[in-house]
């Protein structure tokens, strides 16, 4: 690959980073003021070069050579700008759609599975700890039998939200299919993880879920917690080990939280 290719996608990258900083309307102001610059120059040596007749003749190609792009690039780089904007927007909104799962609005199981791949290196080189949560909601197959998926739904939704209120900013939450989530704790060692299950088991236990039918339920979760203990570049170990320990927690009576073994 040349170096002129190589550069490409970096200058354009470049450019799109300049224009969404900008905003659309200094954006529009700053490639019309350009192009009135670029084409004057281009004239200027065009006419003192190839085809001197004066400078009165310069000085109106000049004002002509102005006037053009003037009139002419606010109308094209609105147009672009504005659909380079709304390209962003689009590929904000799909990027979200794809990292968020759709009921709960925490993230999904592929988001997760990305940070899995991107920690480990991280934890390592910053030598800080690193644990992990998996929460699986007691009993959800009654709620639905006894309720309806449409609460079974509601439950789950209470419950991310839930989660997500007793975590810190930087930490991942995701649903990881039906009724299981896995919590990313960075920077956390094993003691302080398990502070953080309890919290979370606590406030899930204590929190009263109000149904369509107005009636109101409370639900409970076991949770299963693993340290990360390197090497294990794609957490699968981490993983295993939190699992082992949410059956742990599981067959020990649920609504509660286990290590394993």
Same mark, same amino acid.
């Given at each position: 690959m040349t170096t002129a290719a190589h550069n490409a996608p970096q200058t354009a990258k470049a450019w799109r980073n300049a224009v969404f900083g900008m905003g659309r309307y200094r954006s529009v102001l700053a490639i019309t003021l350009f192009s009135i610059l670029m084409s004057d120059m281009i004239t200027g040596v065009i006419m003192s070069v190839f085809w001197w007749e004066? @400078?009165?003749v310069l000085l109106k190609s000049l004002l002509v050579a102005? +006037? @053009?792009?003037g009139i002419v690039a606010p109308l094209a780089s609105s147009f672009v700008v504005k659909l380079l904007l709304e390209l962003e927007d689009l590929q #904000?909104? *799909? *990027?979200?759609? @794809?990292?968020?799962?759709p009921l709960t609005k925490v993230y999904s199981r592929r988001y997760l599975l990305d940070c899995l791949e991107i920690e480990p290196a991280r934890t390592l080189r910053s030598n800080e700890?690193?644990? *992990?949560? +998996?929460l699986d909601v007691d009993n959800f197959k009654s709620v639905n039998d006894c309720h309806g998926h449409i609460n079974g739904d509601i439950v *789950?939704?209470?419950i991310a939200q839930i989660c997500e209120s007793t975590l810190r900013p930087y930490d991942v939450i995701a649903r990881f299919g039906g009724e299981e989530f896995v919590v990313l704790l960075p920077n956390t060692p094993l003691p302080e993880a398990c502070t953080v299950a309890e919290r979370i088991r606590e406030n899930v236990a204590n929190a009263t879920i109000e149904l369509t039918s107005g009636e109101s +339920?409370?639900? #409970?979760?076991? +949770?299963g917690i693993?340290?990360?203990?390197?090497?294990?570049?794609k957490c699968i170990n981490l993983l295993s080990r939190a699992d082992k320990g949410l059956y742990k927690a599981k067959d020990n009576g649920r609504n509660q939280w286990a290590i394993a073994d």
């Open positions: 004066g @400078v009165d102005a +006037i @053009v792009p #904000t909104q *799909l *990027l979200e759609m @794809v990292n968020r799962d700890p690193m644990s *992990l949560l +998996i *789950l939704k209470k +339920i409370r639900s #409970t979760v076991s +949770i693993s340290p990360f203990i390197p090497p294990d570049p």
